[in-house]
């Protein structure tokens, strides 16, 4: 394997921790509560444009982005879910697409109206330079995001398997009713899954800010990526989530490397597309 | 008698409406108003009627923009000569990505939409035949009547209108024949449509490949009223969004619905664009995502359910038993 290929592929692997992060936040939702987020992108966008804001307001880098940005976007989960899903959730199909879709153009558009279409960029040593491993070469910035979004993914896994929060939350997730006359309260633990999965969003945001464009609409393109992660993790599933980042990651850099960055996009719709259509079943269960 | 009348008085005022509010933009608007009611109105079959929501409805849209635009930068032929061509292409499309899609159930059906939509959008968009990113464009000075290039937007308000009488009778006379029925009982709910002998597959493929016909009709017509397509116009998600709120607003998977709609969000839009400028554009988009938001929330059925409901209320006292049979058909 060629030297060039491997720094790719190890470029992929740290993005893909990233993807990992905030497809987690979707796949925590979209398993508990059986809604799809379709603002779920818009939400890193949010995330992102906290980290410029911190980062043009203090001059302050991720270390102080990332953890205002997670609080900011966890505080707007809660109360999404408070004002909007807590209602669709039990209303018709057409009207849970609509509320979340809704959202989202509410979100981008807003920030579109607010910072314009620009393309905007923090600077590209905000984090530190490049750094030099037995001859590969890694911008610290992803280093930092994806070893950071990895530990996250990861502590997330074991909330959710090791605590009794996470215990509580899929016991809801399993049978809200049950759940209740058990004495929790299925309400406040959907409400903390909105945290959480958005708290998730914001940081990762934050952490792709650093060497991301930043532009309103890149919330759609991320939340397709969320969609392909969690549909080849299958829906509800932490772990299932990172592999299937890590790998999306991968192919992505790989495609960007081998075919042209402008077909990256294309590679990574054509395989959600394509699984969607050939394994479908693995998506809805038993149907 | 009484049930013609207000379909009859709504008719005659759009009838008259370019004549009476005749400067040039409150004509384009009318006839802006009429051409995404079309494109809603064909979406509203199968997100409506079916109850298949369908966000990537723009790719049909696409066929028939880009097909007509087409015809002439290619062929130095009338549009007009596309528009039977980008029909027969969106229904091709339609039956074969319909297949796999509309297997899929709720969520997944969208999100696959989304994805096919975005996928021909980048794949047109990096295609030089297409025009790529700067995409195709009509005939700058009108040959002949044929090219249907018009300056004033009068006559497209009444091709339009005549278009969407076409739209609406398909849309009525389907709604009330057997496909209507087995829609209506695949959107309530597909597994007992389905224990009850409903071909839902091909009731749903049907609908899905009418739809998309009638779409790239909007299409085919928008881009021959601009006199261009290019990515964003023709094949941007944004496109989808509009016909699916406009439908949701008024009345999803109800006969004027998409109208109505149309006729709310147009206006709206134009206004805000004018009076903001170039900037208003993302703020228009803002007050879209609130009412989406807002609809979703409070009133899912849409304006025409609401109005229908508190008309239902009204009419009750002197005629129970019909107002109970219209309840329970609206809902």
Not at chain 1, 65 to 87: C, H, K, Q
């Amino acid at each position: 394997m060629s030297f060039v290929l491997v720094q790719v592929i190890v470029g992929g692997l740290l993005l893909g921790a990233v993807y990992a992060l905030f497809s987690s936040g979707l796949t925590l939702v979209w398993g508990m509560m059986n809604i799809v987020n379709f603002a779920h992108g818009d939400f890193v966008m949010l995330g992102m444009y906290v980290a410029f804001v911190v980062f043009t307001l203090f001059g302050v880098g991720p270390a102080a982005g990332a953890p205002i940005a997670m609080l900011l976007l966890a505080t707007l989960g809660v109360v999404v879910y408070f004002a909007l899903i807590r209602d669709i959730m039990k209303g018709p199909m057409l009207a849970q697409i609509l509320g979340t879709f809704g959202l989202a153009l509410l979100l981008r558009y807003s920030v579109f109206a607010w910072f314009g279409a620009n393309f905007l960029t923090l600077p590209q040593d905000i984090v530190g330079g490049t750094l030099v491993f037995a001859g590969l070469r890694i911008e610290a910035s992803r280093l930092l995001a994806g070893i950071v979004a990895l530990l996250v993914t990861l502590g997330l896994h074991l909330l959710l398997t090791r605590t009794t929060l996470g215990s509580k939350m899929l016991a809801v997730a399993e049978d809200a009713t049950a759940a209740q006359l058990m004495g929790i309260r299925p309400d406040s633990m959907q409400a903390i899954a909105w945290a959480i999965a958005a708290g998730a969003t914001g940081l990762a945001g934050a952490l792709i800010a650093t060497f991301f464009y930043i532009v309103p609409t890149v919330g759609e393109t991320l939340g397709i990526v969320a969609f392909v992660t969690v549909s080849l993790g299958g829906f509800g599933s932490v772990p299932g989530a990172l592999i299937a980042g890590l790998l999306i990651g991968v192919i992505e850099s790989l495609s960007g490397y081998l075919i042209g960055a402008v077909y990256q996009d294309i590679v990574v719709y054509a395989l959600f597309v394509s699984f969607l259509w050939f394994r479908p079943q693995g998506l809805m269960g038993k149907m | 008698m009484r049930r013609l009348l207000w379909p009859l008085l709504l008719l005659a005022l759009v009838i008259v409406y370019p004549l009476v509010l005749s400067t040039p933009f409150e004509q384009r608007l009318g006839a802006l108003v009429l051409l995404y009611a079309i494109a809603a109105s064909s979406w509203n079959i199968v997100g409506g009627y079916a109850g298949q929501v369908s966000v990537g409805h723009v790719v049909f849209f696409g066929c028939g923009a880009y097909a007509a635009m087409g015809a002439y930068a290619h062929f130095g032929l009338s549009p007009l000569v596309g528009l039977p061509a980008g029909i027969v292409l969106a229904v091709t499309i339609a039956a074969v990505i319909g297949v796999p899609t509309l297997r899929l159930s709720g969520h997944y059906f969208s999100m696959a939409t989304i994805a096919v939509a975005e996928l021909i959008r980048l794949v047109v968009t990096n295609t030089s035949y297409l025009g790529a990113a700067v995409g195709l464009s009509g005939p700058p000075v009108p040959r002949n009547v044929f090219d249907v290039s018009f300056i004033s937007a009068l006559p497209y308000y009444y091709l339009f209108l005549v278009i969407l009488a076409i739209t609406l009778l398909i849309t009525w006379w389907m709604a009330n024949s057997r496909m209507g029925f087995y829609l209506r009982a695949i959107k309530d709910s597909e597994r007992a449509a389905r224990s009850l002998g409903v071909p839902a597959s091909r009731a749903k493929l049907h609908a899905y490949m009418l739809s998309a016909g009638l779409t790239s009709v909007a299409g085919a017509l928008y881009a021959m009223m601009f006199g261009f397509v290019d990515p964003e116009s023709g094949l941007g998600i944004l496109i989808s969004v509009k016909m699916l709120i406009m439908a949701a607003l008024g009345g999803a998977g109800l006969l004027f619905g998409p109208l109505v709609g149309a006729a709310i969000l147009v206006p709206l839009e134009e206004l805000s664009n004018s009076l903001l400028g170039g900037q208003g554009a993302g703020l228009t988009f803002v007050v879209y995502g609130a009412i989406i938001v807002l609809i979703a929330r409070f009133q899912p059925g849409g304006i025409l359910t609401l109005a229908n409901r508190l008309w239902e209320k009204r009419a009750k006292p002197r005629n129970v038993g019909a107002s109970a049979a219209g309840a329970s058909h609206a809902s």
